[in-house]
């Protein structure tokens, strides 16, 4: 069993900042792929940012510049450094992981509970 623990939501004002982190835990043999995805109310999930293996960072245009996500794959950690916070980023946060549990299982995804992030004054 694989999970996903994520912290750091809140609420910020627009112009602040936050962090928002991601331990995965269990079985896991290998991860290809870590990221963060949002959904706000009436909206579908939408991918914020990822961070594969061995490659560079891919983000949303929407937050080119103003996000930052940073993998450490010692500790399975993903962080999202958010920078610059607009209210349109008001949103809950999910962390997402592809990885295997063992050596010959599939590649299969892996979600976090989800954080909620508030912009507003």
């Known amino acids: 069993q694989v999970h996903l623990v994520e912290s750091g939501g809140g609420l910020v004002q627009p112009g602040g900042s936050l962090t928002l982190s991601c331990a995965a835990s269990?079985?896991?043999?290998?991860?290809?792929?870590m990221a963060w995805y949002r959904q706000a109310p009436g909206n579908q999930r939408e991918l914020v940012a990822t961070i594969p293996s061995g490659v560079p960072p891919i983000y949303a245009d929407s937050v080119k510049g103003r996000f930052t996500i940073a993998r450490d794959n010692a500790k399975n950690t993903v962080n999202l450094q958010m920078n610059s916070l607009k209210p349109e980023d008001t949103a809950v946060y999910y962390c997402?992981?592809?990885?295997?549990?063992?050596?010959?299982?599939?590649?299969?995804?892996?979600w976090g509970q989800g954080t909620q992030v508030t912009v507003s004054s």
């Open positions: 269990g079985s896991i043999f290998s991860i290809r792929t």
């Open positions: 997402y992981t592809n990885l295997k549990t063992s050596p010959r299982t599939i590649w299969s995804p892996f």
